[in-house]
Each structure stands twice: as structure tokens, then as C-alpha cells.
């Protein structure tokens, strides 16, 4: 058990790794918005072109690498929607078993499927290097790779999540650096 948890705790470090990146990204997504209404205005005020559809697309694709990023560190830091009127009251134990078949029944095969769906389009995306329609637009293939490796690090996160549960309803001893997400597996 304790290679396993060994193994989570990787898995853990990447997302909050790229949770970090999915934070900065917010800014950058920022910045580039700014920059873009700023150049539209001014611009339009000394009759010159300065923004581009690129930083309009640009900042379309930093909003949704935010989210396929975050994917895994969202749900290691329990901060997905939760309705927890009744299962607040639980045992850190019955919650355990609960989260370890919903991940188990739902979650994992939701990322699966989501891989599986994802690929073919992909491909296609790439061979035929689709483009955006909008002129000076960018392609459209990198950024449909990310929705895979979204659904990669879901699924890393969820196994990570599924032997952490695993070890409490075992009763394992889990050192409390593994326990620190606001999740059932969470020291109370």
C-alpha cells in the first residue's frame, strides 16, 4: 500500500503543478484581454488596426487551457460541487466508501469515455490541420489535444484519489501530507 500512496503522491504534485499553471494562465488571460479591448479603443481613436483576431483567439485558448488544467488539481483539493447535507454527517470511513465507488462507477469511466470520444476528432484535427475561420485565426489541433490530456490528468487524479480512499477503507495510516484536500480522506 505504501508504493501506491507513494505513486498518488506523484500524481498529487502534478496537478498541484499544474493547478499553479492553470492560476498563472489567469493572468496572462488577463493581460491579453486588457491588451485587447485597450488596442480595439485606442485604435479606433487614431484610426489605426492594432489588436488581431490571434489575441482574441489567444485568449479564447488560455480560458480553456485554465480548465483542462485545473481538472486534476480541482478534484485533489475537493473543491468540485458537492451537496453535502447529509453526508457531512457521515463517517470519514462511510464517506470514503461512497467517494471510492462514485470515482470508481462514475468518474473513472466518464474520463475514459471522454478519451475515447476525444481522439478521433483529434486526429482528424491534425491531419487535415484545421484552422480557425476567422482571418489571422490560429489552428485548432493544439488546443483540441488539450481536452485529451484534460481527460489524462483527470483520470491520473482520480486513481490517485481511488488509493487514498482505498487506504481508508482499509483503516491504513495515511501520513497527513496525503489527507490535506477538503475531501472525506481529510483529517477532521
Partial sequence: MQLLLKFSRAIDAISERLGWLSMMLVILTVVIGFYNV??????RFIGMQ????IFIETQWYLFSLVFFL??????KNGINVRVDFIYTHWTKRSKALLDFWGHLLFLLPYC???IWVTVNPVITSWTQWEQSPDPSGLPRAPIKSMIIVAFVILTLQTI?????????????????????AESPIRIE
Fill in 38 to 43: 485597450l488596442a480595439r479603443y485606442i485604435g
Fill in 50 to 53: 492594432l489588436s488581431s483576431n
Fill in 70 to 75: 485545473s481538472f486534476g488539481y480541482i478534484l
Fill in 112 to 114: 475514459l469515455l471522454g
Fill in 160 to 180: 490517485s484519489e481511488l488509493i487514498k480512499l482505498w487506504a481508508v477503507i482499509r483503516g491504513e495510516d495515511i501520513p497527513v501530507a496525503d489527507l490535506e
